[in-house]
């Protein structure tokens, strides 16, 4: 089980994590995209000294720098959603402290100097925000960071000008794919001032009908009117998903039991998978446990697989450079032994 989905989310048989992430940068330091080595470092060096100073609370953090880590290391933090793709864009600059239970993640010198994120099982986004803003105090205590009273925190981007929050979450929407309506629902989230990517962040697929759903800008509202915003949103969107469900078992059922079950049916027996298709046949699978069409199949077991058969985690577990051909396979040997009944 990847840790920080370990426990009981809300409303989790459609969505499946909630992040809380800040972009915060240090007064009078240069930002990463003009940073020299020397300069980067001395960043980690503050962030790390700023959670050694803290004896208020249990944060016992770890130092991973990026430039001391494997290829295959750094991929599978990024496939495991505790480290954004973009940190390893300069790894000799790059760092990240975390958290024991995986839960909270300190990045160094990613976009902005520091980026705290919060990942949490279910739509958890208060709770995120409370460790979140916990972690930013202990730092804040120890370092300056770029403030303007007009505008906020400084950040690189634009759109994190602010309060420098990004809220996301990531639902798994299959009926409203099935039925038509996605298009309809996610341009109405635009409209919103929300923004869909796919399963890691910008410029990715929504592979298996998962999207992630976060705030598009963090000036003008405070951290709990971002997080209420999409809370209210996402909560009308499970509506939405589960009326759909509740249609295709109504109108399609014959033919929702056929694509559940030859899914299960495939991911038990099959002998050679590629990620791609292991994603939509987990999708199948998790829309028919939440249809009641399997009752046998832990929903745990699949959320913990659409990570677990990434290439690099697959790759993490033998000692030789694997084909594709040959982590095709062993993917279908990890999914066969998860997946008996």
């Known amino acids: 089980m990847i840790s920080w989905l370990a426990g009981e989310g809300k409303e989790k048989d459609i969505v499946l994590s909630s992040r809380i992430r800040l972009a915060r940068n240090i007064e009078n330091i240069k930002l990463p995209f003009l940073m020299t080595e020397t300069e980067a470092k001395n960043v980690i060096k503050i962030v790390d000294d700023a959670i050694k100073n803290d004896t208020t609370t249990d944060n016992s953090f770890e130092l991973f720098e990026i430039q001391k880590l494997s290829p295959l290391e750094r991929n599978i933090f990024v496939e495991k959603h505790i480290i954004s793709p973009s940190l390893l864009e300069k790894p000799n600059l790059s760092a990240f402290f975390l958290r024991r239970d995986e839960k909270a993640t300190i ?4 976009e902005d100097h520091i980026r705290i994120q919060v990942l949490l099982p279910g739509l958890n986004l208060e709770e995120g925000w409370e460790i979140n803003n916990k972690i930013d105090d202990l730092l804040e205590a120890n370092t300056r960071y770029a403030f303007d009273e007009k505008f906020g925190y400084l950040t690189c981007c634009p759109t994190n000008v602010g309060t420098g929050l990004r809220a996301s979450v990531m639902v798994h929407l299959p009926g409203l794919v099935l039925t038509g309506y996605i298009n309809q629902v996610l341009q109405a989230v ?27 800008t963090t000036l003008g509202e405070s951290e709990e009117e971002i997080i209420q915003k999409l809370r209210g949103i996402v909560l009308q969107i499970i509506t939405k998903e589960r009326h759909a ?8 059922k014959i033919e929702i039991e056929d694509k559940v079950y030859r899914s299960l049916g495939i991911l038990q027996n099959s002998r050679i998978i590629s990620s791609k298709e292991s994603m939509e046949l987990l999708s199948n699978v998790r829309m028919g446990i939440n249809m009641n069409i399997l009752k046998n199949v832990d929903l745990n077991t699949i959320n913990s697989l659409m990570i677990e058969i990434q290439p690099a985690s697959i790759q993490n577990q033998t000692e030789h450079e694997l084909t594709v051909a040959e982590r095709d396979t062993k993917r279908s040997e990890i999914i066969r032994e998860k997946m008996k009944i």
């Not at 249609?247 to 399609?252: E, S, Y």
């Open 245 to 252: 469900m509740l249609g295709l078992l109504n109108n399609r």
């Open 190 to 216: 635009s409209q919103l001032g929300l923004t869909v990517r796919g399963l890691y962040g910008e410029g990715s697929s929504a592979l298996g009908n998962l999207f992630q759903i976060s705030n598009q």
């Open 107 to 110: 990045m160094v010198n990613e």
